[in-house]
Nanobody
Framework: VQLQASGGGLVQAGDSLRLSCAAS????????MGWFRQAPGKEREFVAG????????SYADSVKGRFTISRENAENIVYLQMNTLKPEDTAVYYC????????????????WGQGTQVTVSS
């Protein structure tokens, strides 16, 4: 599966953004999807994940209550709605795919999108 992330940008603290990740291929509904982010000088970290059928989601503690992951399997797309953004959310955001179940470890994902920059000013 090939992934294309979009929707990043420059916003102010407290604003919202919605990231999208469009997937190619007819087996999208078999893949769990994850969003990760990487800030300069830091390791890539798990942000949110959603099971292949959309029935289970998982969030990093730092984004719980502010971010929402969702997917539309008929459209081969996954979203990350980000509300009440903070400067510490500034990073390149990546979508990733692996079969069926969510994992929080980046190395366990098999397919990656190219990343989209999110910058939150204070």
């Amino acid at each position: 599966v090939q992934l294309q992330a979009s929707g990043g940008g420059l916003v102010q603290a407290g604003d919202s953004l919605r990231l999208s990740c469009a997937a190619s291929g007819r087996t999208f509904s078999s893949y769990a999807m994850g969003w990760f982010r990487q800030a300069p000088g830091k390791e890539r970290e798990f942000v949110a994940g959603i099971r292949s059928d959309g029935g289970v989601t998982s969030y990093a503690d730092s984004v719980k209550g502010r971010f929402t992951i969702s997917r539309e399997n008929a459209e081969n797309i996954v979203y990350l709605q980000m509300n009440t953004l903070k400067p510490e959310d500034t990073a390149v955001y990546y979508c990733a795919a692996r079969l069926y179940y969510i994992q929080v470890v980046a190395a366990r994902y098999d397919h990656w999108g190219q990343g989209t920059q999110v910058t939150v000013s204070s």
